[in-house]
């Protein structure tokens, strides 16, 4: 509980002891200055020992008595500015709602239109992510939401005023939607799984979830209905950490394998908050091009690869966290030669419930790809 | 309760009928056929006395013995014999995993490939939902969902073997995620809201949501996160047959005003089922550009409308549905002649709590665009 109040408190006082180092550099007659990490391209990098795309270690700074810097030093001092009023405050908004909330003024008597478009603000929340070791979440930034669970575990949400308790067991049709901010004034608890399933497609979790499918298995299924939103990529860490199994289930073509990756070892656009993120321990269940030598029916299912999934598949097979395990060369080569693609949506060609089983019998066997 | 069975039973009864029809047109010598409505743009109309667009009565034909069509009637009947067994099995897919079930058999012993690609499959059941007056729900295909509530109601929902009950007051950040289907098998009991309030955008329901906005007025507040789904955009029509008034907020630009209007008029899409998910009883809550003669800070929140806006800006001066009522058409030119737009999210420029505010002000003093 201490640890908790502490992380809670660190937004504030981090952005605060910001606040006073401008201060005290003034009051020595020096220029304020700005140091964060650098994002571009140069200084991203994969980290082969804990498995995940990261920064390096070049380093940005930004004076406020510097002609070509000092526009965007000021705006750096409006966001972080802002921010702080936000936690301050304990309300909420997005990186839109600070863009409107810098339009109107600057919250002091200036009334200088910093910021002419959104483009110009939202790199800089990103410096402050970095500079403090924070994330945007942590500022009272949402950020946009996607992803659903369901399963055995229970949410502590301490939701204005009130803690409410919701049983992700008991979500019906529906499921859990997870929110953008999976870190503060909210637990898990009484967190069951065995493992947590990742479905590609929110039509696919709704399939297993009609089939009971977590509670048989004792699991937590859950779909990021896509592409993974950061809410939903740190709930996934959150629960490795917490020592659980974590399987990804997607369509074998370009899309869901990034959808994969994307998880396992975060993204270049995320690189900056790799660790908070990226779930390297993560395991790709299927659905495999290999799967069409398990079961004999899916050759019939295949579809036309398009020409996205062709060139995406060459382009991966070049990545280093990819290219260094043979079974996905495999896989990637196969498609290529084949110019066929394997939707997860497939297995429901027999019987629709045969998805439960595909997935019982990989977990099983453990025929997991790396 | 007994109102509620027939309404399950309908969808298997009804496919039965259709198939009995065949047989006694087969029985008789005569060659089997299916008629339904036709969908092209000539038979879609807008419905003035009741506010939506809707199917005119101009019907489509498909007969066995007509070399032309037997395939395309043939498709029919597969896809029909499909959807008996959903309903039947009381198992749920998509309209994917239907057409992977038919791209896998026929479920009898032909085992011709009918189906080479989805796009055949996909018009042949909205073929079947018009000629038999229900919805894909009923035959247990779910859509996408997107969309999320929070107020003053419970849902009872029987999933599997279990009734769950969920009440949406107690929802914390996270809401209830708006089902694919609700209408079978689910139910609304003490829903208390004076009204609903249809909010576009996810970030702007989060922001509502986080300061009770639906406590505080004993109100449901929903986002469709976007363009309203079919589930969402069937709640809505559900709430409005409960008499609870329907007032929608989204950003006064292109995208905006398509989102208020398919959600009150239909779509051209779903004219097919104009009746279910069209609420012509909505009322445009704003934001409008007549707003910036209400609250003078908002002239300096404008943005530069994109050519997008304004062509179609210039486009719904030509709907029926929109250029009868004069405050659209004043609306619509003001911002040709600005060329500028306003965002929801603008109204946080001065606080982030002024929304709420701005949303009651509205509504007290009843000043809604038709």
Sequence with gaps: ??????????????????????????????SPKFTTLTRTKSNIMYDQKEGYLRLGRNEEERT????????????????????????????????????????????????????DEQAESNPIIEDLEVALNLKREDFNLNANRKGVLAGQL?????????????DCSKMGRSGWQIPSDVDN????????????????????????????????????????QGQASRGTRRIIRKFADMGI??????????????IYWTIKTGSINLAYIGDS????????????????????????????????DLKRASEMMGYEWIKRHKEWVEELT?????????????????????????????????????
Tied chains: 1, 2.
């Design 1 to 30: 509980m201490a640890a908790k109040k502490e992380e809670k408190t660190n937004p504030k006082a981090k952005l605060e002891g910001l606040g006073k180092e401008q201060l005290k550099e003034i009051s020595l007659g020096r």
């Design 64 to 115: 406020f008595l510097n002609i070509s810097q000092s526009k965007r030093f000021m705006q750096t001092i409006a966001v972080a500015a802002k921010c702080h009023k936000f936690v301050k405050e304990n309300l909420h908004t997005t990186i839109r709602g600070l863009f409107y909330q810098l339009k109107f003024n600057l919250g002091e008597d200036i009334d200088e239109n910093v910021f």
């Design 154 to 166: 229970k949410v502590l949400d301490t939701f204005g005023n009130e803690k409410v308790e919701i």
């Design 185 to 224: 004034d909210i637990e898990f608890v009484d967190v069951k799984a065995k493992y947590v399933l990742v479905v590609e497609k929110d039509a696919m979790w709704q399939r297993l979830n009609e089939d009971n499918f977590w509670k048989k298995e004792n699991a937590i299924v859950l779909t990021p």
């Design 245 to 258: 199994p974590v399987y990804v289930f997607t369509d074998s073509d370009a899309w869901g394998w990034y």
């Design 277 to 308: 993120v990226a779930t390297p321990e993560a395991k790709f269940i299927g659905v495999t091009m290999s799967d069409l030598d398990r079961y004999d029916f899916l050759n019939k299912m295949t579809i036309n690869a398009t020409e996205v």
């Design 334 to 370: 196969r498609m290529l030669k084949s110019k066929k693609k394997l939707e997860q949506d497939a297995l429901q060609g027999p019987r629709l419930t045969f998805v439960g089983d595909y997935i019982r019998e990989k977990i099983k066997k453990k025929e997991f790809l790396p």
